[in-house]
């Protein structure tokens, strides 16, 4: 079981509290855990990666153990930690300004 912490704008479009918890057939590798995340929240289609290239969004970071996975390929693997539940898979908002 795989959690997934989101930020607070995509937690209100999905409409659940802090974490969602998925299921990932297969190898859990940041493509699967993000199309699972979409199929069970469709609403969030769009939000996380482009619809048509599927390359993240900007001013959004993906975090696995303390590590930024923002600029790893989408079939890499995440690490045991993340796919037994032990350390969330963080989905964060990014800050910008000047």
């Not at 303390?66 to 390929?73: F, I």
């Not at 796919?83 to 963080?90: A, I, N, S």
Request: proline share 9%.
């Amino acid at each position: 079981m795989i959690r997934i912490v989101l930020p607070p704008h995509l937690r209100t479009l999905a409409r659940v509290d802090n974490e969602v918890t998925l299921e990932v057939q297969g190898d859990a590798t940041l493509r699967s855990v993000l199309d699972e995340l979409e199929a069970c929240y469709p609403m969030l289609r769009g939000t996380i990666r482009d619809r048509v290239t599927q390359k993240r969004r900007p001013f959004l970071r993906f975090f696995a153990c303390e590590e930024d996975w923002s600029h790893e390929p989408p079939d890499v693997r995440l690490p045991p930690a993340v796919v037994t539940g032990f350390e969330p898979f963080l989905i964060v908002g990014a800050m910008a300004g000047g």
